[in-house]
């Protein structure tokens, strides 16, 4: 009889799939401390070209045109032609050829997972923390510091560079649910990415690693005592303890004061509410009573990706995934992210039966969530491979079923010509 976690134990995933995450992963952050010209586009070639490469494969060309992967697809086309119908200015085919490259990046990771899940966790986990190794190198020879001591990187953006390397800890969490990984080495593990976040003294960052910190905590517990909500409760504590005491270790650097500004700007704004709302987004307050000043003026197409910066007249475009989709893509483009995003949240509580791995799976969907209420993730392709990772869950549902179904009628052949 199958049994549903058959594609866990396959070992088809091998190095060649290590040295392709490593060419995909590793050329934006390099090219992007050169500000290399056409480095973007140059980055969605790559991506592009490797899509290309595996849609000879039966299996890859199927996850390709199924139905999570043309939503996503008609999200990113709708986005870029309501662009061009709206003449954003500077919106152009290499933003196209950028959105294939998230297309590509999402399919990519979804067939790895799908053939050997637990191997494309340990490839993505090698590949983000050599990521945050070159970071830390170029860092020191190639980065630009004139943001009040920041490093910056990814597109020249510090925030984008703390995420990335935030992102790490999800791996990290994954790698937890299939391998005993004492403290010493997680603590090792972190250690990368969180250096990176204070150097780029991103502040949502920090809090997105402090979620995976609380889950893999959690893991490493649940796996000696058992699974259980009240256990819960004190990790939360100490990783909020451990987080009180790393920001007052800061108070006094450029991180810290960066903290308390967002702070005080979100509650002396003109667009302040007097709310809890101001403590939750902070400085970003802006872009949200902005953003839904703009969604109200076109509420149904939206005002065009990116036209926020333009509109605005200012040098930051929208720092806010859920204002990026509401605000630049109206209740269209909203319906199709969300609907993609429920999506998601759909395949962890349905087809991911295994707790630990849905555990860690609902974490990483915390992560991103928390990131999209400070910062927009659309056009980032270091956050496609979470997403992968659990669509390739609803693919091995499919092909589970698919393979029952068969072994089912050739019995029934069997017996029929008996």
Known sequence: MLKFAYAMKSNVIASKELKISLFLFLPPAILDFFKFPMRFAIVSII??????????????????????????????????????????????????LHGLKLYSCLIIISYWAFKDFIKTTKILLITFIVRCAIVLLFSSIASDY???????????SATGLGQTAALTGIFIVYYNVFKKVGLTRNLLFFILPIIVIILSQTRNALAMIMISIFTTTFLMVQGKRGASLLRALPILVLTVVFSLLLMS?????????????????????????????DVIVGDRIVYYIRGWEFFLSSPITGIGMYNYKNLTGGIYPLHSE?????????????????????????VIMKYIKDAKIKIAAASSMIVLLFCAIYAREFWGEAFYPIYGLIL???????????????????????????
Request: glycine share 8%; with cysteine.
């Open 47 to 96: 991506f592009v070209s490797v899509f290309i490469y595996y849609m000879n494969y039966l299996r890859f060309r199927r996850i390709a045109f199924s139905f999570p992967a043309i939503l996503f697809l008609a999200l990113m086309l709708y986005h870029c032609a309501n662009a061009f119908n709206k003449e954003v200015p500077g919106f152009n085919y290499v933003d196209v």
């Open 146 to 156: 004139s943001e009040v001591e920041r490093i910056t990187g990814i597109g020249g």
């Open 322 to 346: 859920f204002m990026v989709q509401l605000c630049e893509g109206g209740i269209i483009g909203s319906a199709l992210w969300l609907l993609f995003i429920l999506f998601m949240f759909f």
């Open 392 to 418: 390739a869950w609803y693919y091995k549902h499919r092909d589970y079923i698919k393979r029952k179904r068969s072994i089912r009628q050739k019995l029934m052949y069997m017996h029929s010509t008996v």
């Open 249 to 277: 270790a800061l108070n006094d650097t450029h991180f810290g004061q960066r903290f308390q500004s967002g702070f005080d700007e979100a509650y002396n704004h003109r667009y302040s509410t007097g709310t809890f709302f």
